[in-house]
């Protein structure tokens, strides 16, 4: 079956106001570049987004926030924007921050089928007000909820028109966990090949998770926070 779509723009056209959305990616590192810009176009709205940040101001996820298209985060870290930050002490924004470990097993307990998991991190913070709590071998630990989508956006280094998913190193990150865990899954890829091209051993993401997939039109790749060494006196 044939999944390729013309474009980014074609690729989120069906998606609602309103929607649950994952988003890969690590800082900036294979972040679905496109299809957010995409996202951004449509003025698709009142979103809840679930990724491990939220971007920088004007790149990646800050560039809905700042369109005031997203109502709810689900994220581990968001130090680096600040519209993220005014619009949360603000009280405009929706927050649930979630523990590194955890958020990565509540997303692949989402595409595993698992409905929850039980935990030792959070125990006795805020992170366990008004959950489940239970002893193991002496030890509490608090019920965690798995994590879906009605929608994951994705990034891979190259897919096939199956939807089949090669990840290059870190970019890699949250991006095959998203895919199994939402009802539907658009990949955007920086090379398409045909079918039967890629190297089964190599594919981290089968077709049967992927329902749409495109070539990106452009890769910025940026660089979250960089840092230069001192030139020598």
């Given at each position: 079956?044939?999944?390729?779509?013309?474009?980014?723009?074609?690729?989120?056209?069906?998606?609602?106001?309103?929607?649950?959305?994952?988003?890969?990616?690590?800082?900036?590192?294979?972040?679905?570049?496109?299809?957010?810009?995409?996202?951004?176009?449509?003025?698709?709205?009142?979103?809840?987004?679930?990724?491990?940040?939220?971007?920088?101001?004007?790149?990646?996820?800050?560039?809905?926030?700042?369109?005031?298209?997203?109502?709810?985060?689900?994220?581990?870290?968001?130090?680096?924007?600040?519209?993220?930050?005014?619009?949360?002490?603000?009280?405009?924004?929706?927050?649930?921050?979630?523990?590194?470990?955890?958020?990565?097993?509540?997303?692949r307990?989402?595409?595993?089928?698992?409905?929850?998991?039980?935990?030792?991190?959070?125990?006795?913070?805020?992170?366990?007000?008004?959950?489940?709590?239970?002893?193991?071998?002496?030890?509490?630990?608090?019920?965690?909820?798995?994590?879906?989508?009605d929608?994951?956006?994705?990034?891979?280094?190259?897919?096939?028109?199956?939807?089949?998913?090669?990840?290059?190193?870190?970019?890699?990150?949250?991006?095959?966990?998203?895919?199994?865990?939402?009802?539907?899954?658009?990949?955007?890829?920086?090379?398409?090949?045909?079918?039967?091209?890629?190297?089964?051993?190599?594919?981290?993401?089968?077709?049967?998770?992927?329902?749409?997939?495109?070539?990106?039109?452009?890769?910025?790749?940026?660089?979250?926070?960089?840092?230069?060494?001192?030139a020598?006196?």
């Open positions: 079956m044939n999944k390729v779509v013309p474009s980014a723009d074609d690729a989120v056209a069906r998606i609602p106001d309103g929607a649950v959305i994952m988003m890969g990616g690590f800082g900036l590192c294979g972040i679905p570049e496109n299809l957010i810009a995409a996202l951004k176009a449509r003025g698709t709205k009142n979103l809840t987004v679930i990724s491990n940040n939220a971007g920088v101001d004007d790149f990646g996820i800050g560039v809905l926030l700042r369109a005031r298209q997203v109502r709810k985060m689900v994220s581990t870290y968001v130090g680096e924007n600040k519209e993220f930050e005014r619009q949360f002490l603000a009280g405009e924004l929706e927050v649930e921050l979630v523990p590194q470990g955890t958020f990565s097993e509540r997303i307990a989402g595409g595993a089928g698992i409905p929850a998991f039980f935990t030792p991190t959070g125990v006795g913070t805020i992170v366990a007000e008004g959950k489940e709590t239970r002893e193991f071998e002496g030890r509490t630990y608090v019920m965690e909820r798995a994590l879906k989508a929608f994951a956006l994705i990034k891979a280094w190259k897919g096939d028109t199956q939807g089949n998913l090669v990840y290059r190193k870190t970019a890699r990150n949250f991006n095959p966990m998203m895919a199994a865990a939402a009802k539907i899954t658009i990949a955007e890829v920086e090379h398409l090949v045909k079918a039967g091209e890629l190297e089964p051993d190599m594919v981290a993401t089968p077709g049967v998770y992927v329902k749409r997939i495109l070539q990106g039109e452009k890769y910025e790749k940026r660089i979250e926070r960089l840092t230069l060494r001192k020598a006196s």
